[in-house]
């Protein structure tokens, strides 16, 4: 028999792909993260852990650092942690609570630094001090003090909304109700993590087991439910603990260092790991992280890596972010957990997009203290890579609290009559529609599957609408995916509309007739569908469900058309052919011809058009938020070229971000300035040619107030 063959590209290290390689290897990798993201973010049922996930991700933004023309922001679209959980008031954070990049090898701890270093352009000699502490396996929590009293407790939620956890944080020891000191800013916003260690863990499960009730499967699960009772006292009786290490909004500064912020937090009344120390070389990092390591096994609370952090926070404030990590942070991860169980079955899931993602269903199996079932196998391709058949047994390996990623067949123990998996050719809806490969650019066919059926298929139309009322989109509390499946089963709902015309047709519906409602429920379930008829621009983007458009991406273009009408307007001059309409969206940082086709084909269906503006009918869209307006180019549009000398175009760009300024990749009539350095080509004579101002370094500079 023919032994499974992997893409050959896939294979190959980043620096040995041709373009049509990398083409095909890009394509393939989206197509992977854009799956995990919707089972992640809209299901809440990760389907493989986050070393692989980032995993992906970095091999994914290789090829495009190699093959910049690849380059899309859709391609990268970032999440941090979840929605708020329902039934908690929700808390906007001042300042986002961003998640951190990871760091599995000691390859990625010295690109790191490395990075930093290029970004800032640093000399040889100058050090790059960084604290290492280890990084707790708990729930981030952040807490607003105002004149040394506790006034809020949140939790991180999306990063930018948390929910309201104040009364239950309230119960904690290591939470002071008041900070002490002289040093302490009217405004202060202290970070950490909430926790349980393993002994209060054991003996937590112990009294839950003989009172009948839940039974934890680890010390942070256990360290979130307690945290997230609607009755403190029950908070109050969990042996929760809090660790101290970051902050948020600060009305002023206690220190300019991270590792003096730190004693700073002890000195407040906080209790900082112990264990954190300052390193200031790559060798001191990775020695303490081996120390870390061998010593994790012994610790009494769980970790899952260690995190470093640039010490300097005026060289923190120059790199800043992208997207959702900051640049001066890392998690270095533990390498992942490993487990061997048998493939029951392999069912085949069809997504919003018609993607069919085969799963592995599993024996049940303990991996780090957490019992799994199911696995992802990706695409037709990965179940050819790994020769994978029903009752083989497999592999596994898991990386934090997720459902894992199948490793590999142990082929010695394949019982003698297995057959080979077919992947469907008809889709597994009711209306069986074909299967075809999609195609990517260049003509070749790509690795994953869809069902040709588009709104006819019911498995799509369902998954479009979980999509639209999930927690990253329109929010709706009360509708789930069994909600969903039985509002269309009855017709009551068939598209997004339908949902803000249920309480208007309950005297026909009769809602709180059905099992499972009654007039509470359905009272509640309305209230919470008019609670969302006002919706900011980038979520009500994102609920489109458009193919390639994701949130990072919505975000891009609710910033840059500012409205719903300006938006829409530009999406319907894009199925006119209109040039300068497309030209001005593909001047957008990073939006390109593969967003830019999808919004022309979504619209391009009168379908889709009469289906928005039936739901446009409904809800009022709220204008994305206006930029800075304090300084020289709040507002402007910015584009980059040539070899900048005083800083490196990565600072340069993160600089106009947060001056208020769009950055542009390309130059239109619509550009404001363009910088340029030596060797300017292109864009700078597109910007002669329309006659838009551009400035050097020093004028750059000069304009924005920097000496």
């Known amino acids: 028999m023919k032994a499974p063959r992997a893409p050959l590209e896939s294979k190959l290290a980043v620096g040995e792909l041709t373009e049509r390689q990398a083409r095909r290897e890009h394509a393939r990798l989206e197509a992977d993260i854009r799956t995990h993201d919707e089972a992640y973010y809209q299901k809440d049922a990760p389907t493989?852990?986050?070393?692989?996930?980032?995993?992906?991700?970095?091999?994914?933004?290789?090829?495009?650092?190699?093959?910049?023309?690849?380059?899309?922001?859709?391609?990268?679209?970032?999440?941090?942690?979840?929605?708020?959980?329902?039934?908690?008031?929700?808390?906007?954070?001042?300042?986002?609570?961003?998640?951190?990049?990871?760091?599995?090898?000691?390859?990625?701890?010295?690109?790191?630094?490395?990075?930093?270093?290029?970004?800032?352009?640093?000399k040889e000699d100058q050090e790059t001090a960084f604290t290492a502490e280890p990084k707790i396996d708990g729930l981030s929590m952040s807490l607003r003090y105002e004149n040394g009293e506790l006034v809020t407790a949140a939790t991180r939620g999306d990063g930018a909304e948390g929910e309201d956890v104040t009364a239950n944080i309230r119960t904690l020891k290591d939470v002071p109700h008041k900070l002490k000191g002289r040093r302490v800013p009217a405004v202060c916003e202290v970070r950490g993590e909430v926790y349980m260690n393993k002994d209060d863990f054991l003996a937590l499960n112990k009294r839950q087991q003989e009172s009948g009730g839940q039974i934890f499967a680890n010390p942070r699960n256990s360290a979130a439910g307690s945290l997230r009772q609607k009755d403190p006292a029950i908070t109050a009786s969990r042996p929760l603990r809090f660790f101290a290490y970051s902050w948020g909004e600060l009305s002023e500064h206690p220190a300019d260092r991270q590792s003096k912020m730190i004693?700073?937090?002890?000195?407040?009344?906080?209790?900082?790991?112990?264990?954190?120390?300052?390193?200031?070389?790559?060798?001191?990092?990775?020695?303490?992280?081996?120390?870390?390591?061998?010593?994790?096994?012994?610790?009494?609370?769980?970790?899952?890596?260690?995190?470093?952090?640039?010490?300097?926070?005026?060289?923190?404030?120059?790199?800043?972010?992208?997207?959702?990590?900051?640049?001066?942070?890392?998690?270095?991860?533990?390498?992942?957990?490993?487990?061997?169980?048998?493939?029951?079955?392999?069912?085949?899931?069809?997504?919003?997009?018609?993607?069919?993602?085969?799963?592995?269903?599993?024996?049940?199996?303990?991996?780090?203290?957490?019992?799994?079932?199911?696995?992802?196998?990706?695409?037709?391709?990965?179940?050819?890579?790994?020769?994978?058949?029903?009752?083989?047994?497999?592999?596994?390996?898991?990386?934090?609290?997720?459902?894992?990623?199948?490793?590999?067949?142990?082929?010695?123990?394949?019982?003698?009559?297995?057959?080979?998996?077919?992947?469907?050719?008809?889709?597994?809806?009711?209306?069986?529609?074909?299967?075809?490969?999609?195609?990517?650019?260049?003509?070749?066919?790509?690795?994953?599957?869809?069902?040709?059926?588009?709104?006819?298929?019911?498995?799509?139309?369902?998954?479009?609408?979980?999509?639209?009322?999930?927690?990253?989109?329109?929010?709706?509390?009360?509708?789930?995916?069994?909600?969903?499946?039985?509002?269309?089963?009855?017709?009551?709902?068939?598209?997004p509309a339908d949902i803000f015309m249920l309480e208007k047709r309950n005297s026909r519906i009769k809602l709180e007739e059905v099992e499972g409602y009654g007039e509470t429920s359905v009272r509640n379930l309305f209230a919470a569908i008019d609670a969302r008829r006002e919706i900011a621009l980038e979520r009500f983007i994102y609920a489109l469900g458009v193919r390639h458009v994701g949130e990072t991406t919505a975000v891009a273009l609710a910033r840059g058309y500012g409205s719903w009408e300006a938006f829409h307007d530009a999406c319907l001059k894009l199925i006119k052919g209109?040039?300068?309409?497309?030209?001005?969206?593909?001047?957008?940082?990073?939006?390109?011809?593969?967003?830019?086709?999808?919004?022309?084909?979504?619209?391009?269906?009168?379908?889709?058009?009469?289906?928005?503006?039936?739901?446009?009918?409904?809800?009022?869209?709220?204008?994305?938020?206006?930029?800075?307006?304090?300084?020289?180019?709040?507002?402007?549009?910015?584009?980059?070229?040539?070899?900048?000398?005083?800083?490196?175009r990565d600072e340069a760009k993160a600089m106009a971000e947060r001056l208020g300024a769009k950055v542009a990749g390309s130059v239109s009539k619509k550009t404001d300035y363009v910088v340029a350095g030596p060797g300017a080509g292109s864009k700078l004579a597109e910007a002669r040619k329309h006659g838009v101002a551009v400035l050097d370094e020093d004028g750059w500079f000069k304009l924005v107030g920097r000496p």
């Open 48 to 122: 493989i852990s986050d070393a692989e996930y980032d995993a992906l991700r970095r091999r994914y933004e290789a090829i495009e650092a190699k093959f910049p023309d690849l380059k899309t922001l859709t391609s990268l679209t970032q999440k941090v942690g979840a929605a708020p959980a329902r039934g908690f008031a929700k808390v906007r954070h001042r300042v986002p609570m961003l998640s951190l990049d990871n760091a599995f090898s000691e390859d990625d701890v010295n690109e790191f630094v490395a990075r930093i270093r290029r970004f800032l352009n640093l």
């Open 263 to 495: 004693e700073w937090l002890g000195d407040i009344g906080f209790h900082v790991n112990p264990r954190w120390k300052l390193c200031k070389s790559t060798d001191e990092l990775l020695a303490f992280h081996r120390r870390i390591e061998g010593e994790r096994a012994r610790l009494d609370y769980d970790i899952d890596g260690v995190v470093y952090k640039l010490d300097r926070l005026d060289w923190q404030e120059r790199l800043g972010f992208v997207s959702r990590t900051p640049r001066w942070a890392v998690a270095h991860k533990f390498a992942a957990e490993k487990a061997t169980t048998l493939v029951r079955d392999i069912e085949i899931q069809v997504g919003r997009t018609g993607a069919l993602t085969p799963v592995a269903k599993l024996e049940p199996v303990g991996v780090g203290g957490v019992i799994v079932q199911n696995a992802t196998l990706h695409n037709q391709d990965e179940i050819e890579r790994l020769g994978v058949r029903v009752g083989d047994t497999v592999v596994i390996q898991r990386a934090g609290d997720v459902i894992p990623q199948v490793v590999e067949v142990v082929l010695d123990k394949r019982p003698k009559k297995s057959e080979p998996y077919h992947f469907p050719k008809k889709c597994p809806c009711p209306l069986k529609t074909d299967v075809v490969r999609e195609v990517i650019a260049g003509g070749e066919e790509g690795a994953r599957a869809r069902c040709t059926g588009e709104f006819a298929c019911p498995f799509q139309r369902i998954q479009h609408l979980m999509h639209f009322v999930s927690r990253r989109a329109f929010d709706i509390e009360g509708l789930g995916e069994k909600q969903i499946e039985l509002f269309y089963e009855k017709e009551w709902v068939k598209e």
């Open 578 to 648: 209109d040039e300068e309409t497309r030209s001005e969206m593909d001047a957008l940082d990073q939006i390109g011809d593969t967003v830019i086709d999808a919004l022309a084909e979504y619209f391009g269906e009168s379908h889709n058009r009469k289906l928005v503006e039936r739901l446009v009918e409904q809800v009022k869209i709220l204008d994305a938020e206006k930029p800075r307006t304090d300084s020289p180019v709040a507002g402007k549009t910015v584009v980059f070229t040539g070899t900048l000398e005083q800083m490196t």
